[in-house]
T-cell receptor, first 113, second 110 residues
Framework: DGGITQSPKYLFRKEGQNVTLSCEQN?????MYWYRQDPGQGLRLIYY???????QKGDIAEGYSVSREKKESFPLTVTSAQKNPTAFYLC????????????FGDGTRLSIL | RKEVEQDPGPFNVPEGATVAFNCTYS??????FFWYRQDCRKEPKLLMS???SGNEDGRFTAQLNRASQYISLLIRDSKLSDSATYLC???????????FGAGTRLFVKA
């Protein structure tokens, strides 16, 4: 079955620690995205990538970093510079960044210890 | 003012009712529109795209009004399983931008 796999489902971060969230897709989609969702709020774009080895900042990129070394993988690192990282993180992909809908992984919940 | 706005609800309706949600968008350069459904503590899932001529998928009907800059979702014969948050999504070109509304919560009661 084709889809988007995020891991882990739950993650706890200590103060001053960097953590990496995994996102893998086997849909052969060119574009991938990372969003953050806080309770009662809409999704906010952190980073997106339209093609391998290229990525762009979204609306709230500060404190986060990404890489896109392979088409199927788009990991997100939450750095210690992100002072309020507790949220639901969603990875998505789409065929391109035009008018196609995005499809989501089942998310990672990150909390501070 | 947010670029995409939805009534947060909640909408509480009995089974079998018809319910409608609206979503307004402020940027006239918006090109494509979608409705997603999100269950509690789960990922959003695409419900339907919204086409200029309006479109229907079973009990769900989506409409686009470009002149007034809103899209709507109508759910007929509501089921308990329709209880979820419905997200309006607007995509515009000119510097890639996809914007998610904060969602409208629907509770369908027996």
């Amino acid at each position: 079955d084709g889809g988007i796999t995020q891991s882990p489902k739950y993650l706890f971060r200590k103060e001053g620690q960097n953590v990496t969230l995994s996102c893998e897709q086997n849909l052969n989609h060119d574009a991938m995205y990372w969003y953050r969702q806080d309770p009662g709020q809409g999704l906010r774009l952190i980073y997106y990538s339209q093609i391998v080895n290229d990525f762009q900042k979204g609306d709230i990129a500060e404190g986060y970093s990404v890489s896109r070394e392979k088409k199927e993988s788009f990991p997100l690192t939450v750095t210690s510079a992100q002072k309020n990282p507790t949220a639901f993180y969603l990875c998505a992909s789409s065929i391109g960044t035009g008018n196609q809908p995005q499809h989501f992984g089942d998310g990672t919940r990150l909390s501070i210890l | 003012r947010k670029e995409v706005e939805q009534d947060p609800g909640p909408f509480n309706v009995p089974e079998g009712a018809t319910v409608a949600f609206n979503c307004t968008y402020s940027n006239s350069a918006s090109q494509s529109f979608f409705w997603y459904r999100q269950d509690c503590r789960k990922e959003p899932k695409l419900l339907m795209s919204v086409y200029s001529s309006g479109n229907e998928d079973g009990r769900f009907t989506a409409q686009l009004n470009r002149a007034s800059q809103y899209i709507s979702l109508l759910i007929r014969d509501s089921k308990l399983s329709d209880s979820a948050t419905y997200l309006c999504v607007v995509h515009r070109t000119g510097g890639f931008k996809t914007i998610f509304g904060a969602g409208t919560r629907l509770f369908v009661k027996a």
